[in-house]
């Protein structure tokens, strides 16, 4: 199944529409259990929801858009009419992917989220999938849930993590839920480590002679699967929370990056880039990097202009927001110097300090993110897979879209995190804890404290 | 291979690195070699004697140089947890390296490496950070350093990490991925279970070396336990993966662990070097006022005890409750830890996971169910003694400590208008 795989990437003569629909139809009939072979005609792609679904998410990062095209001499992209018709499927689904991003961001934080943790989950299932073997599988009924539940219990933990706050904030105004969600927060972690020890204990309890060696192997497996989905979407989620500018920004860079790559590479590529992924070029790197950076630079401009994407969202609700967007996205001018020629029209430039740091994005989503891509590209060969899993027809499966945006994600909360976020943080924390943890008299007390040691005595600090 | 050591020879060599090695005496093997159910017993084979004296000797050594480690104080039990993280990286690491590839990939163990030196600084700048601060308040200068240092240490080791990475893509060579892709995965596995453990070990020690050192004990008496119990009375076989253990030692030894966490806390609690927190990295007494927990509270003996019990009164110290939970999971779900390295050897067809220890096999085996409880402790402490103990006191301590003189007026400015604003609504 996989190695009839992704025709499109493969470029041979197929028009792209049979080759859009019979991927749908193999991968009815991998659900069906039979092994498929044949290809045939049919009619156009039914546009069912869930089909636009998939499709929402086909062309993200189009990372594999270079392969099939863009060859160095001989077949040139430009003589193969298939080429082109496929090309123009895969607009097609980009138009509908990008329309469906744009009514989720329109939709507001929640359903970002719940893209976000629907991604996750699709990708889970694939990376799962990948290394189950069906014998061992069946001398181990049930084994299957373990992961399961380990994915569970980390969503648990991650997502309790991070929008714990955001939780204690909505339900302020009842007493009842907020005691509840308080004490729940309180001993979060020792519930989410209870539910992980339970598992491993299930786990130990599982151990089939003769099977150690897989069932080991899928416990290594599957941590290291739930460790790389889990960071890169928590890291998401905590960067949507402060603000969808923060996780537009570098979603769209990467997905700049690849198209901006592949039409490099297509008008001018030569120079072969790392042998792991054969049809890059050292062309199409250097223009989509330098394309990158100057849309990044534009494109924190637009973004930065909507209060929608701007201000950060403090608690579940899903309302309209208004905020003081802070300094970052207040306009400076800057008056352009004297030496200019007169026919420029403009005297000066309005700069959003943002912009600066989308700089550092976009040379990042340019130069380091695209290792991410090479490294799903070397996981593939040296498991000799085509592709993660066929979820999306003409592009395989999420993890080959997600693979870039993942190294991106978690870069740009860091970036976040140490760069435009270091002021607020300690009051605020200590703060909340006191706000949380002390009762009313204990705060006034400590309030009375504090103020003793104003008047009194010197602090050491300087 | 190791294990049963039939030849007992003489005394084990006692160098430093042995003896630092040794350290960790005999904290899960003695069922597996020496309780056999039914035919050999114990009693029968003089060389199991031997060997049982040679064990008996090292753990008397290793108990020696626990306890001096113990007195001299915080920073050299960290550092000893240091270097036997070091060790049980190293076997780990060569366990599924294979020689024949490694040799068309030079430099390449050179990556593990660079990954254990970035871990270790994100692991010890995050949980240190603030100690390290406190130690350097006095010199202006190194002061600045410190504190830019900690405020982009997580862009520090993000970057080095994603340099690994790198290096990592471009070292990729043809026919080699899936050995490499392996390394790669089996490095990570190895790091975060080396690293989460001992980090949390590390973090405990500095809220006081009670935290480290109660539940290490409870370990290895359970296992002792174990042993003797399973020894006089093992007769039901405990778990396939494990043919020595039995129920009877489980249960008994359960038993014991418990009481002996009992009694071994009211001990340890009256130790102030034990209990005092160490808010910087110094090395000199503690002292300190040791909280709720450490202070004894009496409880009047029940009226149904017989007579001739002597005393009327139990004080008993708080903290004993939590240890009675300590000894709980200590005996009933740490094992389970030892019982996951067993499956894990047999998976991979190894006997051992090093030979570092004579006589005991690896680093790795004789830390494996220590990692589980050094986890447990850590959660423990941090959801059921700190928030106990989090007072008034506690969070002034916090803001001398983190905020520098603006932001306390800050926050002194904030927490004044929030609680004008709650008087203003009562009233």
């Not at chain 1, 069932?215 to 890169?232: E, K, N, R, S």
């Not at chain 2, 202006?140 to 340099?163: E, N, Q």
């Not at chain 2, 002194?412 to 208008?417: A, H, N, S, T, V």
Request: glycine share 8%.
């Amino acid at each position: 199944m996989k190695e009839e795989g992704q025709l499109s990437k493969m470029g041979d003569g197929r028009t792209g529409a049979s080759v859009a629909v019979s991927e749908y139809q193999r991968l009815e009939k991998q659900v069906a259990g039979l092994n498929c072979e044949q290809k045939q005609h049919s009619p156009p792609l039914p546009s069912t929801p869930t089909n636009r679904i998939r499709q929402r998410r086909r062309s993200k990062s189009l990372e594999v858009l270079p392969d099939p095209s863009k060859l160095n001499g001989g077949n040139l992209l430009v003589h193969d009419q298939n080429k082109y018709r496929s090309m123009w499927i895969r607009t097609h689904s980009s138009l509908w992917m990008l329309g469906g991003v744009i009514l989720i961001l329109y939709l507001g934080h929640l359903y970002i989220c719940a893209m976000v943790v629907v991604i996750q989950i699709l990708m889970a299932s694939e990376l799962f999938q990948l290394r189950r073997r069906v014998h061992e599988d069946k001398q181990l009924p049930g084994f299957w849930l373990i992961n399961w539940y380990f994915f569970f219990t980390a969503m648990l933990y991650v997502y309790g993590r991070i929008l714990s706050q955001q939780l204690v904030n909505t339900v302020t105004s009842d007493q009842f839920f907020y005691r509840l969600v308080n004490s729940l927060i309180k001993y979060h972690m020792v519930i989410c480590y209870f539910l992980y020890t339970a598992g491993m204990v299930w786990f130990i309890l599982t151990l089939k002679k003769k099977m150690y060696k897989y069932q080991f192997g899928q416990y290594a497996w599957t941590h290291m699967i739930l460790i790389v989905v889990f960071t890169q979407s928590s890291f998401t989620v905590a960067n949507i929370f402060e603000g969808i500018f923060w996780f537009i920004l570098p979603a769209f860079l990467i997905a700049t990056n690849d198209v901006a790559a592949y039409f490099f590479g297509f008008f001018f590529g030569r120079t072969p880039l790392i042998k792991l992924s054969p049809k890059k070029t050292w062309e199409g790197f250097i223009g989509g990097s330098v394309a990158t950076v100057v849309a990044a630079f534009l494109l924190a401009n637009i973004l930065g202009q909507f209060q929608w994407l701007t201000c950060p969202r403090k608690d579940l609700s899903t309302g309209w927001l208004h905020c003081d967007p802070g300094p970052l996205f207040k306009l400076e001018y800057y008056a352009f110097p004297i030496w200019l020629p007169e026919w420029i029209p403009w005297k000066g430039v309005s700069v959003l300090p943002v912009q600066w740091h989308a700089l550092c994005l976009g040379l990042f989503a340019s130069i380091i993110a695209p290792f991410g891509g090479f490294f799903a590209s070397g996981l593939k060969r040296a498991f000799k897979i085509k592709d993660f899993g066929d979820s999306i027809p003409g592009h395989g499966g999420f993890t080959d879209r997600m693979d870039c945006q993942m190294v991106m994600a978690i870069f740009a909360y860091i970036y976040f995190q140490s760069f435009v976020l270091p002021q607020t943080n300690s009051v605020e924390m200590i703060l909340d804890q006191i706000l949380r943890n002390l009762s009313f008299e204990e705060q006034e007390r400590l309030y009375t404290m504090l103020g003793q040691i104003f008047k009194g005595q010197q602090i050491v600090h300087p | 291979m190791h294990k049963d050591t039939g030849s007992g020879g003489p005394s084990t060599p006692s160098g430093p690195t042995a003896r630092l090695r040794r350290r960790r005496g005999p904290n899960e093997v003695p069922p597996e070699a020496d309780k056999a159910n039914g035919s050999h017993l114990l009693v029968n084979d003089r060389n199991k004697y031997k060997s049982m004296l040679v064990r008996a000797h090292s753990s008397v050594w290793m108990i020696g140089g626990f306890a001096f480690i113990i007195y001299m104080g915080h920073l050299y039990i960290w550092a000893m947890v240091v270097v036997i993280q070091i060790f049980m990286a190293k076997e780990l690491f060569s366990l599924l390296r294979k020689a024949h590839e490694d040799r068309r990939l030079p430099g390449f163990r050179l990556l593990n490496w660079h990954f254990f030196f970035t871990a270790m600084l994100f692991v010890y700048g995050r949980i240190l950070s603030q100690r390290l601060v406190n130690t350097v308040t006095t010199d202006k200068v190194l002061y600045k350093i410190v504190s830019r240092l900690i405020k982009y240490h997580m862009v520090t080791c993000y970057f080095l990490y994603i340099a690994g990475f790198m290096w990592f893509i471009l070292s990729l060579k043809k026919k080699m991925y899936k050995y490499q892709f392996g390394q790669y995965a089996w490095t990570h596995m190895i790091l975060i279970v080396v690293f989460t453990q001992s980090s949390f070990t590390v973090a405990n020690i500095f809220e006081g070396i009670f935290w480290f050192l109660l539940p290490a004990s409870l370990i290895v008496i359970n296992d002792i336990a174990a042993y003797i119990f399973g020894f006089f009375f093992g007769k039901t076989p405990l778990i396939k993966l494990s043919p020595k253990k039995t129920w009877e030692g489980f249960i008994g030894a359960s038993v014991a662990t418990m009481i002996s966490a009992f009694l071994l806390a009211n001990v340890l609690g009256r130790f102030q070097w034990l209990t005092c927190p160490r808010k910087d990295l110094s090395t000199g007494w503690l002292q300190c006022d040791p909280g709720p927990l450490f202070k004894p509270e009496t409880f009047a003996v029940p009226e149904w005890f017989p007579e001739w019990f002597p005393w009327r009164e139990i004080s008993v110290l708080p903290v004993q409750w939590h240890a009675l939970c300590l000894g709980l999971f200590a005996s009933i779900i740490a094992p389970f830890g030892g019982f996951f390295a067993s499956g894990f050897k047999r998976a991979f067809k190894i006997k051992d996971f090093g030979d570092s220890i004579p006589g005991h096999g690896g680093m790795t085996d004789r830390m494996d169910c220590q990692m589980v409880m050094a986890v447990f402790a850590y959660i423990y402490h941090q959801s059921f003694v700190v928030p106990q103990s989090l007072s008034v006191e506690m969070i002034m301590d916090q803001i001398l400590m983190n905020l520098t003189f603006e932001e306390q007026r800050a926050l002194y400015m904030k927490l004044g208008q929030i609680v004008e604003e709650r008087q203003f609504g009562e009233s």
